[in-house]
């Protein structure tokens, strides 16, 4: 017996060190991020519930030098589009809305997009245009705009829809946007409110709430502002640079961001969602099943999130958000429960750590790229810079800043763009490659996305 326990100590110890030497990288890799300042944000990973590693790095309001603390209240982004999609599913509960539902049921003024359905719009296979350039190309930039005057400006203009509906997916702001409106018809009460009243308030997340700061001004305690960089690559407010003043005009529209949180609250949303604390079994599964297209395609994206299934982590939910200011990510591994939060309020917040950071979580070392990276002179790289169309309203925009290059789909985190040769380029965060193309002249004039087997063509804009 004796030799038993002896034994048991000893293992205990060994699995002590184990977790307390991942701990140790973990916080190595944030912390030489932070040091570059390539990371100012929270992070909070658990286990089962039960938080593993919890810190802050860098500051939440530069003019007055006030830092990062667990508590701090960042902007979601769109990862605010899994609250949008969860006030769906409890309406639908409620019998209040179904989800095959036509839009026009309930935004009259859209009915002739006929064939649109809830489902769709849960699920990004409604191929309405993207909001924010209709407004751009035919809307007053002056004002703030609202849900109302963007259902009004479609309803002036009738734009024809992107795609047949249901015929195939492509990720939209303006399908989530248009969900806060059906919520509000349905129950009755603002967007806001019936988010606070039925799942913030009930889950005692009471540092998460609907905000649209420009809008609705109001005191909030420990409130994280996003900054982006000026021309002298010094940290600014984005309301205080004209290039950035599409954050004032779109602030008061809500559904596909504007929820505001911090890290612990995410983290009790998360718990609840395995417990089925708000909605059944059934829903849950609904939410986390993404559906196939009438071509047996299958895609990614079930209501309010991305399905993904790995090989080494299994199933997991995974959303990513993205505004000036902010990027943000939460990440739940269904099959081993763990939990990934990441938030960031600076506009040069990556996401290219997330592999090795997983690797870390699961006791692995982390892996060295498989790719030989070489550095190019900024002469080689701006000749990438530009506008690069993927298809219908999807545009890829590559930029250099500081010599370095980045890639970012619109509404989306940028990435940073690694160099194998001056025409091969691939992403740490994701297994992809970027193969740019040249004329006769050698001047670019598109790029190739090489991922999961496929090639997507995509040409330059300008």
Excluded at 160 to 180: C, D, H, I, R, W
Excluded at 252 to 280: C, E, F, H, M, Q
Excluded at 393 to 403: D, K, L, R
Aim: hydrophobic share 40%; proline share 5%; aromatic share 12%.
């Amino acid at each position: 017996m004796k030799k038993f326990l002896l034994f048991t100590a000893a293992f205990i110890t060994l699995a002590l060190n184990a977790q307390q030497a991942k701990l140790s990288q973990i916080d190595s890799l944030f912390t030489s991020l932070s040091a570059k300042k390539q990371f100012n944000g929270n992070v909070l990973l658990a286990e089962k519930g039960n938080i593993i590693y919890q810190k802050s790095f860098g500051l939440r309001d530069e003019a007055r030098k006030l830092p990062l603390d667990a508590n701090s209240v960042f902007e979601l982004a769109s990862v605010s589009k899994q609250f949008t999609a969860m006030a769906v599913v409890l309406l639908q509960e409620k019998g209040k809305l179904q989800y095959d539902d036509k839009l026009g049921k309930y935004l009259p003024e859209l009915a002739f997009y006929k064939d649109v359905t809830l489902r769709q719009l849960l699920n990004h296979t409604a191929g309405l245009p993207d909001y924010m350039d209709l407004i751009k190309a035919k809307g007053d930039t002056t004002k703030i705009w609202t849900n109302k005057d963007m259902i009004a400006l479609f309803a002036k203009e009738k734009p024809e829809p992107v795609f047949a509906a249901g015929s195939k997916y492509e990720y939209s702001n303006t399908g989530y946007a248009l969900l806060a409106s059906v919520i509000e018809k349905a129950s009755g009460k603002t967007y806001a409110d019936f988010l606070q009243q039925n799942i913030f308030r009930p889950l005692k997340m009471n540092s998460t709430f609907v905000y649209t700061r420009r809008l609705s001004p109001k005191k909030v305690d420990n409130y994280a502002y996003g900054y982006v960089y000026d021309k002298a690559h010094k940290k600014q407010l984005p309301d205080d640079l004209p290039e950035y003043h599409v954050v004032w005009w779109l602030d008061g529209i809500v559904g596909d961001g504007t929820v505001n949180a911090s890290a612990p609250d995410l983290l009790k949303w998360d718990r609840a969602l395995y417990a089925n604390t708000l909605v059944s079994k059934k829903s849950m599964e609904l939410i986390q099943t993404p559906p196939a297209l009438p071509n047996g395609e299958k895609t990614k994206y079930g209501f309010g999130w991305v399905i993904d299934t790995n090989p080494d982590y299994g199933k997991l939910t995974v959303h990513s958000g993205g505004w000036f200011g902010y990027v943000t990510f939460i990440e739940r591994d269904i099959d081993n429960d763990k939990t990934i939060i990441i938030l960031q309020n600076h506009e040069e917040g990556k996401l290219d750590f997330l592999k090795p950071l997983r690797r870390l979580m699961y006791g692995k070392d982390v892996e060295k790229p498989d790719t030989k990276e070489i550095t190019l002179s900024p002469d080689k790289l701006t000749p990438l810079v530009g506008k690069y169309l993927l298809g219908p309203g999807i545009v890829m925009e590559m930029s250099v800043v500081e010599g370095t290059l980045y890639t970012q789909i619109t509404g989306q985190p940028r990435f940073e763009v690694f160099a194998e040769s001056e025409t091969n380029f691939f992403l740490k965060e994701v297994p992809a490659k970027l193969v740019f193309t040249k004329n006769d002249k050698g001047n670019v004039t598109g790029l190739t996305i090489k991922q999961g087997g496929r090639n997507i063509p995509a040409t330059k804009m300008n």
